[in-house]
Structure formats: C-alpha cells, structure tokens
C-alpha cells in the first residue's frame, strides 16, 4: 500500500508525477494563514513531508503520530526542530552539494557588488543621472588582491574561496570548528581565530550554518573589530548577524558596506533601515535561485524522501542516528 505525504511547495510536474508514483500525494502550493489549519490536519496521516521555507515546529510533529521522514528542498535544516525530531526517531533530509557551486556564485556576486557600487552605479544610469564623467565620489573599492575571511569553511565556504584565490587572487583567512586541508593545500588559506579574521579582512564573509552557537555571531561587538574600509557578506542565515548592530554599524561608518542575500526577517520588511543605506545590497534570498539549481534541489529532495520511506537514509540524512 502507497504511504502518505504532504508536499508543502509548488514543485516541476516531473518531479510531482515521481512523488505520486510513490505515494499518495496531498499537496499545498506554500502554507500560508489562510491553509495552515488544512495543513495541520493533514499531519494527522502523513508518513512523509517534503516541501521548504516553512518551519515545522515540535507541536506540528505531535500532530503527526505516523511521521518517518522529512525531506526539505534547502540545504539549511533551521526550520526543523531536531531535538523535537531524533526524540521521535523522525529523519530529516535535506540537499547538499546541488547547490554549492550556484550559492557560492551569488556570494561572490555580493563582494563584487557591494565593493564596486554596481546597483548604485547602475540606477544612476537607469535614472538617467549619468550626465557628466564620473569622479572620485563614485569609485568603488578593489576586489583583485585583498582579503576575504569567511566564517565556515564547508562546501559553501570553500566555493567562495575558490573563487577569490584562483579568480581574484585574493587571501583567504577561515575560521572553522575543523582544518580544511584542502583549503590551506590548494588555496592558500590560513584558518585563524574570530577576532583576527575580523580584524584583518576586507570582506567578511558568512557562510555559516543557523544553530544556538551561531546565533548573533556577529553584534555590536565584532564589527567594531572589522577595518573601516571592509564589507560585510551574509549568504546563509540573517539571524548570525545582529541587524540592529549592522544598522548602527552601517549608519555610523564602523565598516564600509554590507551585500545580503538573508536577514533577521524574510521578506524584509519594506519599512527595514537596511533599504535606506546607499551602502547596502539587498538581495531577496536568491543563493541557489537559478533555474538550473532549484530543480536539482527538487529532484535531490524527492529522491531522498522515497529512499528514506523505502528504510534508506544514506544519502543526505542530516541524523541517520534516529534509526538506529
Ligand atoms: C538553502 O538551501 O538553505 C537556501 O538558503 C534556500 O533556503
């Protein structure tokens, strides 16, 4: 007999049709107010739940006494309650590798941006203010050759260093709970404390994972230990870095300028500070957005979720533990 799931996003027709071959598929587009309660209700039966961008809370697992497997389409697991999960012997999937070398493009975009003024340069254009030859007030800062730190060193993070040593001939300094020997082999890179990363980067990148020990990372504090002239990169959760601090920090000059994929709250609000600062680039969370990449991310996720119904969590099981 087909188990049940939930799939909790809109997803490509194929990889719908694979998911129904499977399993008996109550589907939602995204869960929103008005569904939530459908939602719920529908946890009652479920074996299975695939989906992303919304978190499944310990109360909603109480609602799903038959729950086995969840496959999120990320690569992030923050909107899972782990604890919650490995006390039911629940796995979670999710979709690594798919989408490094994509996210570590749009970090990269960031520095890029971010150093050159390019959005600012660009609407000036666009808003037809182009009408003399530009001066000194609008030159950018140079890439090729400074410093770039990046707090994580794992798949993402060593993407982004690929891409500043061989590209932009760049140093690369990390700051990592483990050595990356491949890292320090092939790209030169010097793993340091927080502080010396802080202090002698001119882009700091995060790369880092959500989770209690990450959590404002980044405050009041450790910007006041970046260089004047650096600039603030945040591709992976907005929550490691403490916005109100950022704010400050942006407002006052503390350091140079921020380029941001992720934040506190998504969507920002369009009342948000950050909008207001011509020294910011806002990006609405767009890592792994490409067409390409977001349907390997689909394919990866159903994959993982009928292998884990099937009683197989070797690929991509973030705690195979819980069936043991
Ligand atoms: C991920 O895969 O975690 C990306 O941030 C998209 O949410």
């Known amino acids: 007999m087909k188990k049940n799931i939930i799939l909790y996003k809109t997803i490509p027709v194929d990889q719908f049709e694979r998911l129904q071959q499977h399993f008996n598929v109550t589907a939602f587009d995204n869960i929103t107010p008005e569904n939530a309660d459908t939602f719920r209700q529908a946890l009652a039966g479920a074996d299975g739940i695939i989906g992303a961008s919304y978190p499944i809370t310990a109360n909603d697992l109480t609602l799903a006494p038959n729950l086995k497997a969840a496959s999120t389409i990320s690569v992030g697991i923050d909107q899972f309650d782990i604890d919650a999960m490995n006390a039911r012997k629940i796995a979670l999937m999710h979709t690594p590798n798919v989408l490094t070398e994509t996210t570590a493009d749009t970090i990269f975009t960031l520095v890029l941006c971010s150093a050159r003024r390019i959005i600012e340069m660009a609407e000036m254009v666009k808003n037809g203010q182009w009408t003399k030859s530009i001066g000194e ?72 994972p959500l989770l209690p020990s990450t959590e404002k990372l980044i405050g009041k504090n450790e910007l006041a230990k970046m260089k004047s002239s ?5 591709g992976s959760r907005g929550k490691i870095i403490d916005e109100t ?32 600062l011509p020294n910011v680039v806002a990006l609405p969370h767009i890592g792994s957005a490409t067409h390409e990449t977001r349907y390997a991310m689909v394919k990866c996720a159903v994959d993982n979720l009928i292998a884990a119904l099937n009683g197989d969590l070797s690929q991509n099981c973030v705690n195979p533990e819980v069936i043991k």
């Open 137 to 208: 007030s609008d030159y950018g800062s140079n890439v090729n050759g400074k410093t770039i730190g990046i707090l994580g060193m794992g798949r993402i993070g060593y993407a982004v260093a690929k891409r500043a040593h061989a590209g932009f001939g760049m140093s690369v300094l990390y700051y990592n709970n483990h050595q990356h020997l491949d890292a320090e082999n092939l790209l030169n890179a010097r793993r340091c404390d927080l502080d010396t990363l802080l202090a002698e980067s001119d882009f700091v990148c995060v790369v880092l």
């Open 230 to 234: 650096a600039f603030l990169i945040n």
């Open 245 to 276: 601090a950022l704010i400050d920090a942006l407002e006052n000059q503390v350091i140079r300028g921020a380029g941001l994929d992720v934040f506190e709250v998504e969507p920002l609000p369009a009342d948000s500070k950050l909008l207001k």
